[in-house]
């Protein structure tokens, strides 16, 4: 059973630093896409960054500049590094991947599927 295993958020004042963490373990094959997205109270989830297997990087537009995205391919871990934070950066962050299993029933077969992690918290607050 694939999962995705979120660390790293907390209490932070305006202007200071966080790292996030997301480890993914299990049957995997391969991981394509990953990415961070958050839900703030009363508001849908919306991405924050995504990063391709190739390393291609993908920002909102309220992080640019803030926040970086980064993967270590050989340990399955997706980074959030989070400078300069804003109260409005206030939110449950989820990590997400696009993840390719592998089974075997009496053949091998390979499965495709989004996984996300069960969400940290991180306040930005003085």
């Known amino acids: 059973q694939v999962q995705l295993v979120e660390s790293g958020g907390g209490l932070v004042q305006p202007g200071g630093s966080l790292r996030l963490s997301c480890v993914a373990s299990?049957?995997?094959?391969?991981?394509?896409?990953m990415g961070w997205y958050r839900q703030a109270p009363g508001k849908q989830r919306e991405l924050v960054a995504t990063?391709?297997?190739?390393?291609?990087?993908n920002y909102a537009d309220s992080v640019k500049g803030r926040f970086t995205i980064s993967r270590d391919n050989g340990k399955n871990t997706e980074y959030l590094e989070m400078n300069s934070l804003k109260p409005e950066d206030t939110a449950v962050y989820y990590c997400?991947?696009?993840?390719?299993?592998?089974?075997?029933?009496?053949?091998?077969?390979?499965?495709?599927?989004?996984?996300w992690g069960q969400g940290t918290q991180v306040t930005v607050s003085s």
């Open positions: 997400h991947a696009e993840i390719t299993e592998r089974g075997y029933d009496g053949t091998w077969y390979f499965t495709e599927h989004d996984y």
């Open positions: 299990g049957s995997i094959l391969s991981i394509s896409s």
């Open positions: 990063i391709s297997a190739g390393g291609s990087t």
